[in-house]
Structure formats: structure tokens, C-alpha cells
């Protein structure tokens, strides 16, 4: 058997009607490597003038990175390090919480243009000696990305090291991050470097070792076999896992090996001691008291 289980994405509100279909963390499945959160958004037409209840408003990271990629759509990035950056689809913005960040993802360009949002959010749990790293962050517009367009697939690599590539994107534990756009017909097959692997369909219908996933499945492929994947029609496809990296807590949006450590990142938020982006330092996202330790 070459896959160990399939996850189905569950539908999560983000606020003000945004809904995403959430994949990891899963109760039986919590990460694929260091990859702890993967949120598939959209794809959601957006009309001109959408309000600003859709925004993500400032909230804060601990202990882990993270990447918004998109395939159609954009997203205005501000953060607590000054750093203003729009996200457009192929770019990859990876950002470094460490010890503490924060930042917002506004829909400016759609509020003004409209647009069809479509795209993945993943977190990326930090190593123990990294959680508390100085928070960055980088931008990287896709052309010194690693890719290639070979037999139907139209390949890049995102993040970490696969088939003999390696990213330019600052990592901090053995990973890989793909993305394929792969013709009907096409084949293509998840690298098997790393002990924990998944394959996930965005978009379309692809075949993995005979088991069929449409679009909004994960497969968590079983160590050091299989990830031959086949896609029945026109899809987009993500490969991603790498290295465990052990024990991780999460709390609302923060990630640490420690509990102690997600009590303080909660009363630092609450007290104020977190910086808002500028641009943004008169709104924020009050810590939900619901959520507890998990």
C-alpha cells in the first residue's frame, strides 16, 4: 500500500465570509514533515468594491514560517518589520515568524479590480534551534525559482531540495515545496528523499497509485514508495513534505515545541507588547479565548 491516508479539506471561515477548505492540521494526520497548517483558498470570485470585513486583519506568529501561493488573484502583505509586498500568483513570499511577527493579508487589488482568489497557505514548523530566530522576511518573484516544462507538466519548485533542484527560499530543516500545472494525460512522480510525503489536488482530477482525488483531496504517501500520479484532466498539484521535526503545539496561530511558550506568545499578545505593521496599527485580531492548547 503506498498511501497511508486520504484527507478531505474542511470548510473554515475565516471572518467577514471568507472561507477556505482546511487540510492540515488533521487529527490523525497533524504534519506531513514540517509542513503543520495548509490552507487551500478559494477559488472565490471577488467582486469590485468587496468590503473590508474579507481582510485578514493584523494578527501575530510564533515558532514556525509562512507562504501564501497563489494561482490567480493577489494579496497585499504588510508586516511588523516594515515589509510591504504585493503577492501575485508564481511569486513566493516566505515569511520567518521566529520569535515573534506579525502582519495582515488585505485584498486591495480585488477591492479596486475584482478578482477570482485561488491559491494555498502553508505553515512551516521551525526546527527547536530556529523557533526563536529573528523574524524575516523575502520575497521572490518565481524567476529564480528552480522549474522546468517537460512532458505535459509545468514544474516549480517552491521551497527545500527535490530530484536534483534546490530552491533560493531560506529554509531551516530538510523540506521540498512543489508545484505542478500538469496537461490531461500527463504524468509526474513525488520525490521520495524524504520520509514523509503528500500530494495534494487544487484543481482537477489526478490519479495516485490507482486511488483517484479530485479537487480539494490530500494524499499522505507511506515512507519510500509510491507517488506515481497521473492527472485524468488539466490540474494543479501540490508535492510537499520533508524531515519530522518532532513535537508541536499549536495555539491559535501560534506553533512552539514548548506550552509555556504558546501562554506567553498569547499574553504578549494580548497586553500589546507585539508591533503592529504601520500601515496597520489601528485595527488588529483579538485573541479568541475559545481556543485553547492542542
Known amino acids: ?46 467582486a469590485p468594491g468587496i468590503p473590508r470585513d474579507l ?18 488573484g493577489q494579496i497585499t502583505h504588510r508586516d511588523s518589520l516594515g515589509y510591504e509586498q504585493e503577492i501575485q500568483p508564481g511569486a513566493v513570499n516566505w515569511m520567518v515568524s521566529g520569535s515573534g511577527i506579525t502582519h495582515s493579508e488585505r485584498l486591495e487589488y480585488a477591492r479596486q479590480n475584482g ?40 514544474g516549480r519548485l517552491i521551497a527545500g531540495a527535490a530530484n536534483g533542484q534546490k530552491s533560493s527560499v531560506l529554509v531551516h530543516s530538510p523540506q521540498f515545496y512543489q508545484h505542478w500545472d500538469m496537461q490531461a494525460g500527463a504524468r509526474y512522480h513525488v520525490t521520495n528523499e524524504y520520509p514523509e510525503r503528500a500530494v495534494y489536488c487544487a484543481a482537477g482530477e489526478i490519479d495516485v497509485d490507482g486511488t483517484i482525488l479530485g479537487a480539494g483531496q490530500m494524499a499522505v504517501l507511506n515512507t519510500g514508495v509510491g ?41 504578549d499578545w494580548k497586553a500589546g507588547r507585539m508591533k503592529l505593521p ?17
Open 115 to 154: 478578482a477570482n482568489m485561488h491559491g494555498i497557505q502553508a505553515w512551516v514548523a521551525l526546527p527547536d534551534e530556529a523557533e526563536e530566530t529573528d523574524p524575516s522576511f523575502r520575497h521572490h518573484a518565481g524567476d529564480d525559482l528552480p522549474s522546468w516544462d517537460q512532458d505535459g507538466v509545468k
Open 1 to 46: 500500500m503506498t498511501i497511508e491516508r486520504i484527507i478531505d479539506k474542511r470548510s473554515h471561515d475565516l471572518g467577514g465570509g471568507f472561507v477556505v477548505g482546511r487540510v492540515l492540521p488533521f487529527h490523525a494526520r497533524r504534519m506531513v514533515g514540517p509542513y503543520i497548517f495548509f490552507d487551500h483558498l478559494g477559488p472565490l470570485e471577488l
Open 55 to 72: 481582510d485578514v486583519r493584523p494578527h501575530p506568529h510564533i515558532g514556525l514560517s509562512t507562504v501564501t501561493y497563489l494561482y490567480e
Open 278 to 294: 504601520d500601515a496597520d496599527h489601528d485595527e488588529f485580531i483579538p485573541f479568541p479565548e475559545t481556543r485553547k492548547i492542542d
Open 227 to 267: 507517488g506515481n500520479v497521473t492527472a485524468r484532466q488539466p490540474s494543479q498539484v501540490m508535492a510537499l513534505g520533508g524531515d519530522p521535526i518532532g513535537q508541536r503545539y499549536m495555539l491559535w496561530n501560534f506553533v512552539s515545541s514548548s506550552k509555556d511558550r504558546l501562554e506567553q506568545a498569547k499574553e
